[in-house]
């Protein structure tokens, strides 16, 4: 996964600020995701074989370019499989460090995310999982 500089960061957190202030709460939310798996130590061969599994899973339930739900058995597959208590921790780390009370829509959406370490896991797996199809386009 490739690190963002600085002012990638900053510009992505306020497109998210954007997005989460019209509305827009699962992409949103499923955005700081991504922006905070840029910052967990994920293995890299782990998470490439959970990401194999959870194609094959979303493969297997019909057209794996439709649209990802929280909720879908291919999220949840990679979810498992990345889930452990270090996962979560980190997580919830890197999720508070990137709140500012400047951008008050995603500081509301990281509170919920680190109050809710399921929903957090699922929407990790669900950016992480997206971005695996964003690649194969």
Do not use: W
Request: aromatic content about 2%; charged content about 30%.
């Amino acid at each position: 996964m490739p690190a963002m500089s600085d002012d990638g960061f900053r510009l992505a957190l306020d497109g998210i600020e954007a997005q989460l202030a019209a509305g827009e709460q699962t992409a949103g939310a499923a955005a700081l995701a991504y922006v905070a798996a840029q910052l967990l130590s994920l293995d890299e061969a782990e998470l490439a074989a959970a990401r194999r599994r959870a194609l094959f899973v979303l493969a297997a339930g019909g057209d794996p370019h439709r649209e990802l739900e929280l909720e879908s058995p291919a999220v949840d597959s990679l979810a498992r499989d990345l889930d452990s208590p270090d996962l979560r921790a980190d997580l919830r780390r890197v999720l508070t460090a990137l709140s500012d009370p400047k951008r008050p829509a995603s500081a509301a959406a990281i509170a919920r995310l680190v109050d809710d370490e399921e929903l957090a896991l699922l929407t990790l797996a669900a950016a992480l999982l997206a971005e695996e199809l964003a690649d194969e386009n």
